[in-house]
């Protein structure tokens, strides 16, 4: 078996002469040998494929040269594998012209090397009947679908998990472009088929010029044309689609800078999401795809809207009725919305600190809402708070008419009847209580979120911070620790600096390291606590940026309890923040609003 990654290989080279092949695609789980085999700004995608091969038992691997770290990995295979095969295939820098004979200069240079390897031959024939049907066993068909949220996936290694989650999330995938977008088209070469080619030398180039058609005949890799040329080719099919998603790897500059340079221009919204191959990664690309499609839906693109029980919130991006959950990234009991019929409704914000319960009636007006610390298993957590809510309020459970989930944990809580992401319903909850704010700072326990809403509350666009502990209430809480005060008193302390201090590293290790070297220096705590905060508004100004954030700011989330945490960011940015009664039930606030069915619109 000789295993390959890139739709560019020339697989059907390799089976014309009788090898199997195999599309591999690495997760996660490979990545652990690429530490003592690889530099550790390799890029993640190949740090996985490397511990995959590693792994397997394969008998070879074809690459391509599309970047510097597949170089790399075909000098680590050639190095640790001396005894089984591994070509390299050279992809020229444009698709035609020239540049296709370098290319089929390739192709020959792997029939010989496979067959020095093998000693199998090649001939037209065996190629012709490998390559038709055209399409690869893995290649998908994509098609836009009407009525539905339709996204097209661009950029680096979009794989069949973010397939899987657009469409978890009631998305429906119109178009991949990216590199794992096989569409292949062999019609030159089945062409010759009629021809009687044999084994001569004029057959065999005849038959490689007309395979690299077929390659060439897909949506051009970043490594082989101008990217304005990429553009133009994205731009003749945004019509087919309600939104983009740009899909890049770890340490990838290419298309990094690629999506920066595409995002002020594209003619439709575009979500990035970047793939580091962890556990953790694909919870967040969830909550960020599940997110994208629900802001799309609310603003009418397709028809992922929501409907719960007969009241029904149009155009929210998630579906919450008799069918059950659609397009909120997670399941729910089907027909239990329905059923209800109380005249109250609840939202349970299910985050890493705390589990959040807010209860409204049915004109949307705060009746309960509990506070309750996460423990280590979410559904207790959200049925304490729930409990206490209920308790509080004076109400039963059958007086709920619906119960809508929040929070990473949402999809765990088995007895909403739906779930919304966080950046819905922080958009929801904040334009409730403050409809002139434009812009939402979410500090959580694990996460930051910065939210720019239009008028109606719409979400317009959002940027999260989640890999990271940094400027999280997780990071003031070992910084707290560290420096032996309550985590409620550090805000109040801190308005009382004197002197500017300053934390240069954001991560929360080794910052925590700078602190205790000012303490060491005897340093005043309340200076410390001040370059804390100026840290963390450092690193949120860049959050606001990337979402396009504006005044008016609000904040939300338990950190704005921190008084001096507000002050820092104010000072930052030059603008205020509103920060209402308490800021840490917004999000749960939302998801009641959304479960009572109310419209976003003012």
Known sequence: ??????????????????????????????????????????????????????????????????????????????????????YMAELPAKAGGEARGIYVSSLKGLIDAYGAFSGKSFSAGALLAAARGGARPEAAAFAPVDGAVNLGLVGA???????????????????????????H???????????????????????????????????????????????????ALEGQVSGLIYHTVKFCD????????????????????????????????????????????????????????????????????????????????????????????????????????????ADGETVSWSVVRTGPRTLESAARARDEALERAGLGASSLGGIVATGYGRINIGFADGAVTEISCHAAGAHRLNPAARTILDIGGQDSKAIRVDGDGAV???????????????????????????????????????????????????????????????????????ALNMAIASRSEALLARAGGRPPYMMTGGVARNAGVVRALEDRLGAGFWVCERPETVGALGAALIAAGFPRKT
């Open 1 to 86: 078996m000789i295993a390959y990654m890139c739709k560019y290989a020339p697989a059907e080279i390799l089976r014309a002469m009788g090898a199997e092949t195999l599309y591999l695609e690495p997760s996660a789980a490979d990545s652990d040998m690429a530490g003592a085999m690889m530099h550790p700004m390799v890029c993640s995608f190949v740090k996985s494929a490397l511990g995959a091969i590693m792994k397997a038992d394969f008998e070879g691997v074809l690459l391509t040269s599309c970047c510097d770290s597949s170089r790399r990995l075909f000098d680590v295979l050639r190095a640790r594998r001396p005894g089984r095969f591994a």
């Open 254 to 361: 290419s298309y990094a800078y690629e999506y920066a340079a595409l995002k002020g221009r594209l003619g439709v919204p575009a979500l990035k999401v970047e793939t580091d191959y962890t556990a953790p990664g694909e919870g967040q690309e969830l909550t960020r795809v599940a997110a994208f499609v629900e802001a799309l839906g609310a603003k009418g693109a397709g028809g992922a809207g929501v409907a719960i029980g007969a009241g029904g919130l149009a155009g929210a991006g998630v579906a919450i009725g008799a069918g059950g959950l659609a397009g909120a990234g997670g399941a729910a009991p089907a027909g239990r919305a329905a059923a209800r019929r109380g005249d109250f409704f609840m939202g349970i914000d299910s985050g890493s600190t705390s589990t959040n319960a807010v209860i409204v009636d």
């Open 157 to 183: 290694k979009c794989g069949a998990g973010l397939v899987d989650t657009v469409r978890r999330c009631g998305g429906n995938v119109a178009f991949n472009l990216s590199c794992t977008g096989h569409a």
């Open 460 to 530: 317009a666009d959002f940027a999260m911070n989640d890999k990271c502990a940094a400027g999280t209430g997780r990071f003031l809480e070992m910084m707290a620790r560290t420096l032996d005060i309550g985590l409620e008193d550090m805000g109040e302390e801190s308005l009382g600096w004197k002197e500017e201090l300053r934390i240069s590293s954001m991560c929360a290790v080794f910052a925590e390291s700078e602190v205790v070297s000012l303490i060491a220096q005897n340093r005043e705590r309340a200076d410390i606590l001040r």
């Open 185 to 235: 088209s062999f019609g030159a070469l089945a062409a010759l088929e009629g021809g009687g080619r044999g084994a001569s030398a004029q057959d065999t180039d005849a038959a490689l010029d007309a395979y690299a058609d077929g390659i060439f005949s897909q949506y051009p890799c970043m490594r082989m044309i101008a990217p304005g040329l990429r553009e133009e080719g994205l731009a």
